[in-house]
């Protein structure tokens, strides 16, 4: 049972940056499609961004395309999101992923493994 635990959330300014981490455990890591999802009050979950296991295969959302870096380390077990430019829309919970699957998702139910959150949020 794949397990993640999410950190580096906070409050910063427009413009600013923050740096989530997802640790993960209880699973072969480099077996996940691993994904970054976030979600604001009154709004669904909408997909932000995705690696596939090996980390050669990358995905993002139009909305955060230029201003986010998805990364993952498969040694450690971890993976990042480098969050640059930040906007007050940027603000929301930001969940990590996995999936045991080959390709990437961009629907929450293409994931089957969830962390608790982290809250990020961007003042103007």
């Known amino acids: 049972q794949m397990q993640l635990v999410e950190s580096g959330g906070g409050l910063v300014q427009a413009g600013g940056s923050l740096r989530l981490s997802c640790a993960a455990s209880?699973?072969?890591?480099?077996?996940?499609?691993m994904g970054w999802f976030r979600q604001a009050p009154g709004k669904e979950r909408e997909f932000v961004a995705a690696i596939s296991r090996i980390g050669t295969v990358i995905n993002y959302a139009d909305s955060v395309k230029g201003r986010f870096t998805i990364s993952r380390d498969n040694a450690n077990n971890t993976m990042s999101l480098q969050m640059n430019s930040l906007k007050p829309e940027d603000t929301a919970v930001y969940y990590c992923?996995?999936?045991?699957?080959?390709?990437?998702?961009?629907?929450?139910?293409?994931?089957?493994?969830w962390g608790q959150g982290t809250q990020v949020t961007v003042s103007s």
């Open positions: 992923a996995a999936a045991a699957r080959l390709r990437l998702g961009v629907t929450p139910l293409d994931y089957a493994y």
């Open positions: 209880g699973g072969t890591f480099s077996s996940y499609v």
